[in-house]
């Protein structure tokens, strides 16, 4: 069965800080990427996604991941963070056209005025 | 546009009891729906999923269970909850044959005493 890995699991950072949150998974077959976000007290929403095409993908807020598929990474950053990106960031991998999604344990960041 | 309900938002209860939590979804038809429950630095476990009236898979072994009784109503319910069954519950949907983004409902806290 595949996994997802985040690596960082809290992240504390200044604004206009840079930002990169690492997700690796498990699957050598073709792959559906997503970065979800859930900011305090909101539902879980979509950030960005990767299914084909350029593997620099650009979501809402400023944010960015790039799919490496040599290094089965899909890595979320933003150049500039601001204290409205504190929140609960997801990776999740759907694997081989499958309907269940396959999710990181999360990284929590905060992101001090 | 398509909207998620869930209900309660919060529910306390005593162990032993039993639970009934109710999910429905707007604005479309035959999605693929969930159950996952969320834990702090756990990620988000998937508990069941259905892809269509009465058809229930089970991911995990659990005290719980879940119904499908018409297209849009996704239930989870338990015939005696126990102290380890408290959690943020969250649905979530997917358009069947329309991509692999999931959509989230904005939870219940279930608090087992």
């Known amino acids: 069965a595949q996994s997802v890995s985040q690596h960082n699991h809290h992240v504390i950072l200044s604004e206009a800080a840079s930002l990169e949150l690492g997700c690796n998974y498990s699957y050598g077959g073709t792959v559906n990427l997503f970065w979800y976000v859930q900011y305090p007290g909101q539902h879980l929403q979509l950030l960005l996604k990767?299914?084909?095409?350029?593997?620099l993908v650009k979501g809402i807020k400023g944010f960015e991941a790039e799919f490496i598929k040599s290094k089965f990474s899909f890595n979320l950053r933003k150049p500039s963070v601001q204290w409205s990106d504190t929140a609960e960031y997801f990776c999740a991998v759907n694997a081989g056209g499958s309907y269940i999604p396959t999710f990181g344990r999360g990284t929590s960041l905060i992101v001090h005025p | 546009s398509q909207t998620i309900h869930q209900w309660p938002a919060t529910l306390v209860q005593p162990v032993g009891s039993p639970l009934s939590l109710e999910c429905t979804v707007e604005?479309?038809?035959?999605?693929?729906l969930y159950w996952y429950r969320q834990a702090a630095g756990r990620g988000l476990q998937l508990l069941f999923y259905s892809v269509g009236i009465g058809q229930i898979s089970s991911e995990v072994p659990q005290n719980l269970s879940a119904s499908r009784p018409q297209d849009r109503q996704f239930i989870l319910s338990s015939k005696k909850l126990l102290l380890s069954d408290s959690g943020f519950y969250l649905c979530a949907w997917i358009v069947a044959g329309g991509g692999y983004t999931q959509y989230f409902g904005p939870g219940t806290r279930l608090t087992v005493l």
């Open positions: 604005g479309t038809s035959n999605p693929n």
């Open positions: 990767y299914f084909s095409g350029d593997p």
